[in-house]
């Protein structure tokens, strides 16, 4: 199971922080993506995050602002998001794909399971 939390209202040049909570399966077997979805547009993959290995990935709109974290003893991952711009506004998810997998990280396709959403809005 994945539980995303922690989406909310801010304002411009923000910050907010995610939180994906893992439970059910060997957190280490697995790499964990973000994705956002803004109405209208295709979803988008945001980041990559292994826990096993400490392995990150950032898609260029995001680099320097977002950053991925984890408490590997929670089983959580965290995704810190600051500089937050009007374009960061969207329902963003948590999902899994195996470790093995994560060249492909960018994928929604290739990940077997997601969390429900949580919404970002970011205020101009």
């Known amino acids: 199971q994945l539980q995303a939390s922690g989406g909310g209202l801010v304002q411009a040049g923000g910050s907010l922080r995610l939180s994906c909570a893992a439970s059910?399966?060997?957190?280490?077997?697995?790499?964990i993506g973000w994705f956002r979805q803004a109405p209208g547009k295709e979803r988008e993959g945001v980041s990559c995050f292994s826990s096993n290995d400490g392995r990150t990935y950032y898609v260029d709109s995001v680099r320097g602002r977002f950053t991925v974290s984890s408490d590997n003893a929670k089983n959580t991952v965290y995704l810190q998001m600051n500089s937050l711009k009007p374009e960061d506004t969207a329902v963003y998810y948590c999902?899994?794909?195996?470790?093995?997998?994560?060249?492909?990280?960018?994928?929604?396709?290739?990940?077997?399971?997601w969390g429900q959403g949580t919404q970002v809005t970011v205020s101009s």
């Open positions: 999902a899994r794909i195996p470790l093995r997998q994560w060249v492909l990280c960018l994928l929604g396709y290739k990940y077997d399971y």
């Open positions: 059910g399966f060997t957190f280490d077997d697995y790499a």
